[in-house]
């Protein structure tokens, strides 16, 4: 089975934390899973070639860094990164660039900007989470995006950074509706 890293992870040679860091998987990298166990899975990461496995670098992985093709998982690494308009990265990212990069990471390409991924969305009356919610003013296009969440909304705020939350009554009241982009 492949998967994805949905953050910076260490690999260890043993599935324990004090065990030797051996090399490190990136936000996204994709992974071969050998095993599991409990908290730690088994990894083969293919984009490291290594003379250890001819499939790809081993080692041992906290499970939680792991998701298969889930972009809120990957959007939920950032949290607490700051904001950045235009932003793209750990140092600071802004509302679509998040959509964008966990997308991305997990192989699927999307807009960079807010209003084209509420362009290619697909409308949704009952918003599940990891859909999209989308905020404008009726005489602009969409100007802020964020995953829709089990506790309300995920999503990278000027002046907070990335934050999980419930719906800001300042965004409800914008709100223009939900959307799934296709995966």
């Known amino acids: 089975m492949t998967t994805r890293s949905v953050c910076e992870a260490a690999v260890h040679r043993d599935a324990h934390e004090s065990s030797e860091r051996v090399t490190s998987l990136t936000l996204g990298e994709e992974v071969f899973v050998v095993e599991q166990q409990g908290e730690w899975t088994r990894i083969l990461a293919p984009d490291q070639p290594s003379h250890l496995d001819v499939a790809g670098y081993p080692g041992w992985v906290r499970t939680a860094a792991l998701a298969n093709d889930d972009p809120l998982a990957v959007a939920r690494g950032f949290l607490g990164t700051p904001y950045l308009w235009g932003g793209l990265g750990r140092d600071g990212i802004d509302c679509s660039g998040l959509v964008h990069l966990a997308y991305r990471s ?53 002046g907070v950074g990335v934050v999980e939350e419930e719906m800001p009554e300042e965004r409800r009241a914008t709100l223009l509706g939900a959307g799934r982009l296709p995966a």
């Not at 390409?109 to 599940?128: G, I, N, Y």
């Not at 005489?139 to 802020?144: C, G, I, K, Q």
């Open 106 to 158: 997990v192989g699927v390409r999307v807009p960079r900007d807010a209003a084209d991924q509420a362009a290619q969305a697909v409308p949704v009356q009952e918003p599940q989470p990891g859909d999209l919610y989308l905020f404008g003013r009726d005489d602009e296009a969409v100007s802020h995006v964020g995953f829709v969440t089990e506790r309300g909304i995920l999503h990278a705020s000027d």
